[in-house]
């Protein structure tokens, strides 16, 4: 921020001294020679004239495009980095001063609802684009903190970031469709979700954010309740709570009494292709148990939790699994994570980053990739080890270089990017010295930094691993060829030792996967099925209740009287 406001100042001041930008008049006094071969003369740079100036001169802009914003409301505020103003139809905003370009202003169907979302002091924060008419019709502006969509059926409603980025990126967003709402907030999970026309967009601090396609007939949506308590066989305290596709996480806090326990426990309208999770942990870590629903708004009652899971409950997560997915368990996807990492050229990128210290080398991994999954952070975690040989002059130093062993840690985040891709995203990464060699091995820190910067490693295992998962999309789109193109990316669902892809939601859907994918798609959804982390069933205490179904009959002559 202060290299880019310096060299934005610097240009400000040459082009002043140029005689480029029209300085304001000043006393005598107030001049500054400037001793240069031309003599000029730099008048000082007053901030509120310099927005104030960018801000009237986009004001006429604007009405020369037929653009009217009215009258100022107000006079201008100078708020740091930042100038604006308001108008009767619309609000102006400058970087000037600070040598930004541009001056977007806020207008038409997008005024009204950035003005509800706090103007910049809101979530948005200051707006980066004037509203931009798109092809499908729809107006959007950037701002800071996400964007606003307006959209002449549905209305204008803002995203909020990061889901913004997701939903923008996702095939360009037209399977998604517009938002229908402003984001709201979830109720237990500690974040919010944004409704889309054809699915959900959420982020919750833990988790992070992602994108759930529910289909054209909103097929892939679910809801239901679960029901803790406090004593075995649905007696003592009780905790009733909804979990939806908009809500599907439940941590310590909202389990009030019932955290910790919990021995008995009923899922009422939960699917038989969706799992609720208990956590031992309140952060969806630690002992689990899986609990799956049953058809026709059944209830699945389970009188007893068993020993292993007894007064431990802390958390609770709801997993909608379609009815077919491809499911990538912790072997498989070292398998695709350890020929995504041997096909990249890791020496070219070490090379690379040992120019800044003068040296060259080789990096060659010493080990094979492990995965771990973590459902807490919706992340999946690399780990691999490689032999780095640094060559550097060392002069008169007998060895002066810093050879030895270095961990590399990835955390990768699988989101839905188009109805045949799964694209990863560098969520956070570490490059750890595990031996080291040579007078060099105290500036290794910064040559490992270096090494594992965005440009360097973690930009290459990040790339190779979205290379190896586009590698799918032939056989995914074969496939939805095969089944009246229903079958596509729906959703990710990172679970306890798995990372399930759900490709379909609809029966017809699911049984053409289970007939057209050879084998490779997991259609089996057993109902109130109690499995617990340690692969151990639970049969005993475990029944299905399903709901009378009650018949009103007509009064004879099949008229009802009021």
């Given at each position: 921020?202060?290299?880019?406001?310096?060299?934005?100042?610097?240009?400000?001041?040459?082009?002043?001294?140029?005689?480029?930008?029209?300085?304001?008049?000043?006393?005598?006094?107030?001049?500054?020679?400037?001793?240069?071969?031309?003599?000029?003369?730099?008048?000082?740079?007053?901030?509120?004239?310099?927005?104030?100036?960018?801000?009237d001169?986009?004001?006429a802009?604007?009405?020369?495009?037929?653009?009217?914003?009215?009258?100022?409301?107000?006079?201008?505020t100078?708020?740091?980095?930042?100038?604006?103003?308001?108008?009767?139809?619309?609000?102006?905003?400058?970087?000037?001063?600070?040598?930004?370009?541009?001056?977007?202003?806020?207008?038409?169907?997008?005024?009204?609802?950035?003005?509800?979302?706090?103007?910049?002091?809101?979530?948005?924060?200051?707006?980066?684009?004037?509203?931009?008419?798109?092809?499908?019709?729809?107006?959007?502006?950037?701002?800071?903190?996400?964007?606003?969509?307006?959209?002449?059926?549905?209305?204008?409603?803002?995203v909020?970031?990061?889901?913004?980025?997701?939903?923008?990126?996702?095939?360009?967003?037209?399977?998604?469709?517009?938002?229908?709402a402003a984001?709201a907030?979830?109720?237990?999970?500690?974040?919010?979700?944004?409704?889309?026309?054809?699915?959900?967009g959420?982020?919750?601090?833990?988790?992070?954010?992602?994108?759930?396609?529910?289909?054209?007939a909103?097929?892939?949506?679910?809801?239901?309740?679960?029901?803790?308590?406090?004593?075995?066989?649905?007696?003592?305290?009780?905790?009733?709570?909804?979990?939806?596709?908009?809500?599907?996480?439940?941590?310590?806090?909202?389990?009030?009494?019932?955290?910790?326990?919990?021995?008995?426990?009923?899922?009422n309208?939960?699917?038989?292709?969706?799992?609720?999770?208990?956590f031992?942990?309140?952060?969806?870590?630690?002992?689990?148990?899986?609990?799956?629903?049953?058809?026709?708004?059944?209830?699945?009652?389970?009188?007893?939790?068993?020993?292993?899971?007894?007064?431990?409950?802390?958390?609770?997560?709801?997993?909608?699994?379609?009815?077919?997915?491809?499911r990538?368990?912790?072997?498989?996807?070292?398998?695709?994570?350890?020929?995504?990492?041997?096909?990249?050229?890791?020496?070219?990128?070490?090379q690379?980053?040992?120019?800044?210290?003068?040296?060259?080398?080789?990096?060659?991994?010493?080990?094979?990739?492990?995965?771990?999954?973590?459902?807490?952070?919706?992340?999946?975690q690399l780990?691999?080890?490689?032999?780095?040989?640094?060559?550097?002059?060392?002069?008169?130093?007998?060895?002066?270089?810093?050879?030895?062993?270095?961990?590399?840690?990835?955390?990768?985040?699988?989101?839905?990017?188009?109805?045949?891709?799964?694209?990863?995203?560098?969520?956070?990464?570490?490059a750890?010295?595990?031996?080291?060699?040579?007078r060099g091995?105290?500036?290794?820190?910064?040559?490992?930094?270096?090494?594992f910067?965005?440009?360097?490693?973690?930009?290459?295992?990040?790339?190779?691993?979205?290379?190896?998962?586009?590698?799918?999309?032939?056989?995914?789109?074969?496939?939805?060829g095969?089944?009246?193109?229903?079958?596509?990316?729906?959703r990710?669902?990172?679970?306890?030792?798995?990372?399930?892809?759900?490709?379909?939601?609809?029966?017809?859907?699911?049984?053409?996967?289970?007939?057209?994918?050879?084998?490779?798609?997991?259609?089996?959804?057993?109902?109130?099925?109690?499995?617990?982390?340690?692969?151990?069933?639970?049969?005993?205490?475990?029944s299905?209740?399903?709901?009378?179904v009650?018949?009103?009959?007509?009064?004879?002559?099949?008229?009802?009287?009021?």
């Amino acid at each position: 921020m202060n290299s880019r406001k310096t060299t934005a100042v610097t240009s400000l001041l040459a082009a002043l001294v140029a005689g480029a930008v029209t300085s304001p008049a000043h006393a005598l006094d107030d001049r500054v020679d400037i001793p240069t071969d031309g003599g000029g003369v730099l008048y000082p740079v007053d901030p509120a004239t310099t927005c104030l100036g960018a801000l009237d001169e986009k004001l006429a802009a604007l009405r020369a495009d037929g653009v009217d914003l009215g009258a100022e409301t107000a006079p201008m505020t100078l708020v740091g980095v930042f100038c604006w103003r308001p108008h009767q139809r619309g609000l102006l905003y400058s970087t000037a001063h600070v040598g930004g370009s541009g001056a977007p202003a806020v207008y038409g169907p997008i005024l009204a609802p950035y003005v509800a979302a706090g103007r910049h002091t809101g979530v948005l924060g200051r707006p980066l684009t004037d509203p931009t008419l798109r092809p499908s019709g729809e107006t959007r502006s950037a701002f800071q903190g996400g964007i606003i969509n307006a959209h002449p059926i549905y209305g204008a409603f803002p995203v909020y970031a990061p889901v913004s980025a997701l939903w923008q990126r996702a095939d360009n967003e037209p399977r998604f469709g517009p938002p229908l709402a402003a984001p709201a907030t979830m109720a237990g999970g500690g974040g919010t979700f944004s409704v889309f026309d054809n699915g959900f967009g959420a982020v919750v601090p833990a988790l992070g954010a992602w994108l759930d396609y529910t289909g054209l007939a909103s097929e892939g949506q679910i809801a239901g309740t679960f029901s803790l308590y406090g004593g075995a066989s649905f007696t003592g305290a009780v905790t009733t709570q909804n979990l939806g596709t908009d809500s599907p996480v439940r941590f310590a806090g909202a389990l009030g009494a019932l955290n910790d326990a919990t021995s008995s426990v009923i899922l009422n309208n939960v699917p038989a292709t969706s799992s609720v999770y208990l956590f031992e942990n309140g952060d969806l870590t630690g002992r689990h148990v899986e609990v799956s629903g049953a058809p026709n708004r059944g209830s699945v009652r389970v009188a007893s939790l068993s020993a292993r899971m007894d007064n431990r409950t802390s958390s609770v997560l709801l997993a909608n699994h379609g009815t077919a997915s491809l499911r990538l368990e912790q072997g498989a996807l070292e398998e695709i994570v350890a020929a995504a990492l041997d096909a990249f050229d890791a020496n070219t990128l070490a090379q690379s980053a040992l120019e800044a210290e003068d040296a060259t080398g080789s990096l060659t991994w010493v080990d094979d990739a492990t995965v771990t999954i973590h459902p807490e952070s919706r992340t999946v975690q690399l780990t691999r080890t490689a032999y780095l040989d640094v060559n550097r002059d060392c002069a008169l130093i007998f060895n002066c270089n810093a050879d030895g062993n270095v961990r590399f840690d990835v955390w990768l985040r699988p989101q839905v990017s188009g109805p045949y891709t799964v694209t990863v995203d560098f969520v956070q990464g570490t490059a750890t010295s595990l031996s080291c060699d040579g007078r060099g091995c105290d500036q290794r820190a910064d040559m490992l930094r270096t090494l594992f910067s965005q440009a360097g490693v973690a930009s290459g295992i990040v790339s190779a691993v979205n290379t190896a998962l586009d590698g799918r999309r032939a056989l995914l789109d074969l496939l939805s060829g095969a089944c009246n193109r229903e079958i596509n990316v729906r959703r990710v669902n990172v679970l306890p030792g798995v990372v399930e892809v759900v490709l379909a939601d609809t029966a017809a859907a699911g049984q053409c996967a289970a007939t057209q994918g050879g084998g490779l798609l997991d259609t089996a959804r057993p109902i109130a099925r109690v499995r617990y982390d340690d692969g151990a069933l639970q049969a005993a205490g475990v029944s299905v209740v399903y709901p009378k179904v009650v018949v009103n009959p007509l009064p004879v002559g099949g008229v009802i009287a009021r």
